[in-house]
């Protein structure tokens, strides 16, 4: 079946670091993917998206580009600041129709 | 404001008392959903509704039910709380379908003693 594999966290990084969260999806078809932010005590946002092959999704500084040959949807930030402290969840669209998401990353960016 | 309202935030509460947890939204969206989230699981579904009077089960639908009555309002009812349904639940709508880009409640925390 459908399925997301984000790289496990917790993430540690100084401010103005480069960062990458990894994400891989298993999925029949050609979902639409998807990055999710959660800031602590909150609900969770919708980050950035991208629908077909090649797309770039794109909001806040943040990128991540859908790529079919290597089933991944990598989220990047060249630099990070403090504010940007969260949980980040990869999510796809299930043949379902339903929302598939991976199990998050925790993101701390110290000052 | 465009938003989904969760209602309450923090609930705690003993085992067997029922509960309802209300969500409601605004955005005249046909797709909403209830989650749960606990740690190194991240969010499960628990049922959905692509519209009103049709739910189904999500991957963790035991010990939940749901009412689709209206198109704005999903309550979450839980007729005999356990421990195990610890957890923060979020409620989530789409405009037509899940897999489109859903809008999250702010959650409510919930425990069960």
């Known amino acids: 079946g459908d399925s997301v594999t984000q790289m496990e966290g917790p993430v540690t990084l100084s401010e103005e670091a480069f960062l990458t969260i990894n994400c891989t999806y298993t999925?029949?078809?050609?979902?639409?993917l998807f990055w999710y932010v959660q800031y602590p005590g909150e609900g969770l946002q919708l980050l950035l998206k991208?629908?077909?092959?090649?797309d770039k999704g794109s909001n806040k500084g943040f990128e991540a580009t859908y790529r079919k040959e290597t089933t991944s949807f990598h989220l990047e930030k060249g630099s990070v600041q403090v504010s940007d402290s969260a949980v980040y969840f990869c999510?796809?669209?299930?043949?379902?129709?339903?929302?598939?998401f991976g199990k998050g990353t925790k993101l701390s960016v110290k000052p | 404001e465009a938003q989904v309202t969760q209602n309450p935030r923090y609930l705690i509460t003993v085992t067997g008392k029922k509960l309802t947890v209300t969500c409601s939204q605004n955005m005249n969206h046909e797709y909403m959903s209830w989650y749960r989230q606990d740690p190194g699981l991240g969010l499960r579904q628990i049922y959905y509704s692509m519209n009103v009077e049709v739910t189904d089960k999500g991957d963790v639908p035991e010990g939940y039910k749901v009412s689709r009555k209206e198109k704005r309002n999903f309550p979450l009812i839980l007729e005999s709380p356990s421990p195990n349904q610890t957890s923060l639940y979020f409620c989530a709508s789409s405009l037509r379908s899940g897999s489109d880009e859903q809008f999250f409640g702010p959650g409510t925390r919930l425990t069960v003693l």
């Open positions: 991208a629908t077909k092959a090649d």
């Open positions: 999925a029949t078809g050609y979902p639409s």
């Open positions: 999510a796809l669209g299930g043949s379902q129709g339903n929302l598939i």
